[in-house]
C-alpha cells in the first residue's frame, strides 16, 4: 500500500497469484474443516485481505486495482477450485463493491467509503431476501424511513450470507414507507450502525462456509449511505450482471476441482497399468467438454459485460431484455451444469470419491454445486425469461 495515496500497488497479475497461493496454502487446507463446522473460513478471508485482494473491484482512481469483469471471474473461479464457499464470500463481496463503484461515484461519501475500503480490505454482504418476499430480489417489504438527515432501517431477511463477519451489509428496501414494493433503493449500513439478531438456523447440505442463516437487522445512520439512483437501474446493471458472470465463475471453479481430482485419479490408474488407456479415460474426455463449454459460456458473457465499457451506452444495453435474457440463460445453464460435472467425475473416481475420508472425496464438492440452481430459483429465472420471450422477436 502506497501510504501517499492509499492506493494497493497490484496489477491483475500480483492479484491472481495471491489469489493462486491464498486457494493452495490456505483455503485448501481448511476447506474440509470450515465445511464440516459450518463455520466462516476466517483464514481464508484474513488472507485474501492481507494480499489486498478485497480491493479488485474498486475503480484504480480510488486506490483499488479496477479489475475487469474477465479478471474477477478469474480470481473467484481460482480460489473456488480449493474451498467453494470461499469462492462465493469472494464473488458476493464484489458484487456489493461492484454495485457502489458503479452508481455511488458521484457521492462524495461512496468515493470516501471505497478509499476506506481499499485502505481496511473491508468485506461487504449482501441482503435483498426478505421474509415475504423470498427469491425476488426486485421486491422489497421494508422501507427506509428518512427524517433531518437520517434514516432507520429494519429488515427480516431470510438468508444473509457472512453477515455476521462482515463490515458492512448493502440492504435492499423500499424508497419510504409510501413506495410500491418494487420501488427500492440500495443503504449501505456499517457495522456500527447496525444491530443482527439470528432468526434461522445454516445448517445446509452445501455451502456451509457461507454462513447464511436469517436475520432481523435494524440499522440507522446518515441519508448519504442510501445508494444514489433506483435499485432497478443497479440491479439490472450490475447486481444481475455481476452476480450471474461471477457465480457462474466460481461454480465453474467447483466443476474443475471435482474433475482435477477425476483426472488426478485416472492417471493414477494408468500408472498402475502402464501402456493402456484406462476406460475412466474416455469418461474424462466426455466430462471435459462439458467443462470447457461452461467455461466458455462465463468467459464470454465477462468479456461481452467488459467489452459494453463504463458509458451510458453501455448501461443502457444492459437494461436491454437481450441481456437479461443472456444472463438468465448463463445463470440456468451453469448452475444445472454444475451438478452434472461434479456428478461425472465422480461416476469416473467411484467409491473413493464417494468416500468421505479419501484424498479423492467429492461430497462437499457435490453438496456445493446444488446449492446453484436453488440460489435465486432457476424456476423464478425461467418465468421472468418466459414473459421477455414473449415479446422479444431476436435470438437471444
Ligand atoms: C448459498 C446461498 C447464499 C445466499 N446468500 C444470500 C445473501 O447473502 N443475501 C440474500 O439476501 N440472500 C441470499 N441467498 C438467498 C437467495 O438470494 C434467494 O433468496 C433464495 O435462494 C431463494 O429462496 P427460496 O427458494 O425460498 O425462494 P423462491 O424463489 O421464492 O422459491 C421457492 C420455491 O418456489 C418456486 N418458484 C419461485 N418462483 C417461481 C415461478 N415463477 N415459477 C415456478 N416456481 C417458482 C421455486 O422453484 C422454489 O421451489 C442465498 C442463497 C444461497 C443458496
Redesign the pocket.
Known sequence: MDSRTGRVDQSFELLVKAVRRVATEVAAGHAADVDSKARFPTETVAALREAGVLSAAVPRDLGGAGCSMVEMAQLCSTLAQACGSSG?VLA?HYIQVGCIARHGLESAFFRAYLRELVQHQYLL?????EVGT????RSSVCAVERSNGRFVLNKD???????QHADAILVTCRRDKEAAASDQVLVLVRREDYTLKQTTSWD?LG?RG?C?PGFHLESSGADEQIVPGAFADSSAQTMVPYSHILWASLWWGIAADAVGKAANFVRGQARHNPGSVPPTATRLAEVSVQLQAMKQNWQSAAQDFDALGEGEAGREALSTIGWALRLNNLKMSCSEAVPQIVHRALQIVGILGYKNDSPFSLGRQYRDSL?AS???????I??KSASMLLVFKDTP
Open positions: 462465493m458476493m454482504a449482501s441482503m435483498t431476501s423470498y427469491g425476488d430480489t431477511a431470510t438468508t444473509g450470507s457472512y453477515c445446509t455451502m457461507t447464511s446449492s436453488l440460489m435465486i430459483s432457476n424456476d423464478r425461467a418465468a
